[in-house]
């Protein structure tokens, strides 16, 4: 059965510094989606991406986030200058036809 | 935005036995989608079950139903039978028809005794 992937599984990075989370969605998926889980908290939407543009972004989706689909596969999210309230897990989603949301398993980012 | 409160924390269940968990949500639409996510310590997103709200039928996955209440918005998850790989969080997550971004609860956190 076709996933959504995501890499690294695991990034440890130095606050000020630029971090780029990966994801490969579901390949005849259409929308795209970043979520943020601080942990012990509740998921929480970041950024939908729909033909090739962001659809939609929450508030804290600000300018030191963006994203991006550089090759028609990969999916991106970069964190210019991560401060250590960034640390969370990020989780990245595809929707098919069925308008079913496919999760990838997570990257957890630790800002030190 | 969509308010989903999930008022239980944390919930204990003997192994085989039955539990219940709790999901209220605000919305003013009058269609839309309910689920419920499983989260393993793993930390993968996984569906579990989802809802219509234009169905009045309660849906089932095996070993998981639903209790969705309308008029009270009200989406609970019956476990039954639970078994020791059924521990984890479990979020309720609330969207709308032509919206396809998720509004979460907090979560419960599911432990099974042996």
């Known amino acids: 059965e076709p996933e959504v992937t995501q890499t690294p599984s695991h990034q440890v990075t130095q606050m000020g510094q630029e971090v780029i989370l990966r994801c490969v969605p579901i390949?005849?998926?259409?929308?795209f989606y970043w979520y943020r889980q601080i942990l012990g908290q509740k998921v929480e939407f970041l950024v939908s991406?729909?033909?090739?543009?962001?659809?939609?972004k929450s508030e804290i989706f600000d300018d030191q986030f963006s994203v991006e689909r550089p090759d028609g596969s990969n999916f991106t999210l970069k964190i210019r200058s991560t401060k250590l309230e960034d640390s969370a897990m990020y989780f990245c989603?595809?929707?098919?036809?069925?308008?079913?949301?496919?999760f990838g398993p997570g990257t957890r980012l630790t800002v030190t | 935005a969509q308010t989903v409160t999930q008022s239980q924390p944390e919930m204990s269940v003997q192994e085989a036995e039955t539990v219940t968990l709790s999901c209220t949500y605000d919305?003013?639409?009058?269609?839309?989608?309910l689920f419920w996510y499983k989260q393993p310590p793993s930390r993968q997103m996984i569906l579990v079950i989802r809802?219509?709200?234009?169905?009045?039928q309660n849906a089932t996955e095996n070993r998981f139903s639903v209790n969705f209440q309308k008029a009270a918005k009200s989406f609970s998850l019956k476990i039954s039978d639970s078994q020791l790989g059924d521990a984890a969080m479990y979020f309720c997550?609330?969207?709308?028809?032509?919206?396809?971004?998720?509004?979460f609860g907090a979560g419960t956190t599911v432990t099974v005794r042996a």
């Open positions: 919305t003013s639409e009058s269609d839309y989608y």
């Open positions: 997550a609330y969207r709308r028809p032509n919206d396809y971004k998720l509004s």
């Open positions: 989603a595809s929707i098919g036809m069925n308008y079913e949301q496919y």
């Open positions: 809802q219509e709200a234009y169905k009045q």
């Open positions: 390949s005849n998926h259409l929308y």
């Open positions: 991406f729909y033909n090739n543009e962001i659809s939609e």
